[in-house]
């Protein structure tokens, strides 16, 4: 069957809390952080400002500072964030830990395992027409398409291999909006 699909269904990839980081303990050695209730600290020293997020090492607690400005003059500070800083504003601890330039500098990357959730109606698989899915992403969780697919429709990889006409590669991991396509059933 290769008509226009006649349904066409939104999923959504969302956070369900925030990605542990990726980063070595120097105490324990244990390669996991959390930011916990996310805390940043903020110190002004004249007309120069730094500013860090303070991260905890999973296993013995030991608390690492990442760097969010370094001596940076205060009026470049725009003044929002800087009362999002002071406040330990948990919008901006999440966007400040999902920038990946701040990951980049500070070294880490982000283990979004068990930290998103998909949400999205389910999809009929055996009505007469293809069924369309374009999957969005509130946050940028890395996923594969098959497993993502598989798990949604609860269906086997093999299946969604047999099944599914995806336009990017069912097996590169990717955070980008995707759609594909669900074959009528036989
Ligand atoms: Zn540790």
Same mark, same amino acid.
């Given at each position: 069957?290769?008509?226009?699909? %006649?349904?066409?269904?939104?999923?959504?990839?969302?956070?369900? !809390?925030?990605?542990?980081l990726s980063l070595r303990?120097?105490?324990?050695?244990?390669? *996991?952080a959390?930011?916990?209730?996310?805390?940043?600290?903020?110190?002004?020293?004249?007309?120069?400002?730094?500013?860090?997020?303070? +991260? !905890?090492? +999973? /296993?013995?607690?030991?608390?690492?500072?990442?760097?969010? %400005?370094?001596?940076?003059?205060? /009026?470049?500070?725009?003044?929002?964030?800087?009362?999002?800083? /002071?406040?330990? $504003?948990?919008?901006?601890?999440?966007?400040?830990?999902?920038?990946?330039? @701040?990951?980049?500098?500070?070294?880490f990357?982000?283990?979004?395992?068990?930290?998103?959730?998909?949400?999205?109606?389910?999809?009929?698989? $055996?009505? $007469?027409?293809?069924?369309? +899915?374009?999957? *969005? @992403?509130?946050?940028?969780?890395?996923? /594969?398409?098959?497993?993502?697919?598989?798990?949604?429709?609860?269906?086997?990889?093999?299946?969604?291999?047999? !099944?599914?006409?995806?336009?990017? *590669?069912?097996?590169?991991?990717? *955070?980008?909006?995707?759609?594909?396509? +669900?074959?009528?059933?036989?």
């Open positions: 069957m290769s008509s226009q699909p %006649h349904i066409v269904l939104p999923w959504t990839v969302r956070r369900t !809390r925030l990605p542990l303990c120097v105490d324990c050695g244990t390669a *996991s959390t930011t916990g209730e996310g805390r940043f600290r903020v110190n002004a020293n004249g007309k120069l400002l730094d500013v860090w997020l303070l +991260v !905890r090492c +999973v /296993r013995c607690d030991r608390t690492n500072k990442l760097t969010v %400005h370094e001596r940076v003059p205060v /009026r470049e500070v725009d003044a929002v964030a800087l009362r999002g800083y /002071r406040d330990n $504003d948990p919008g901006l601890v999440a966007e400040t830990l999902l920038n990946p330039l @701040f990951a980049h500098r500070n070294g990357g982000l283990d979004w395992a068990g930290a998103w959730r998909l949400l999205g109606p389910p999809v009929p698989l $055996d009505g $007469d027409w293809p069924v369309r +899915v374009e999957v *969005s @992403f509130d946050d940028p969780a890395p996923v /594969r398409p098959d497993r993502l697919i598989a798990h949604g429709l609860g269906l086997s990889r093999g299946e969604v291999v047999r !099944r599914v006409k995806c336009e990017v *590669s069912l097996r590169r991991t990717t *955070s980008r909006a995707f759609s594909f396509t +669900v074959l009528a059933g036989d």
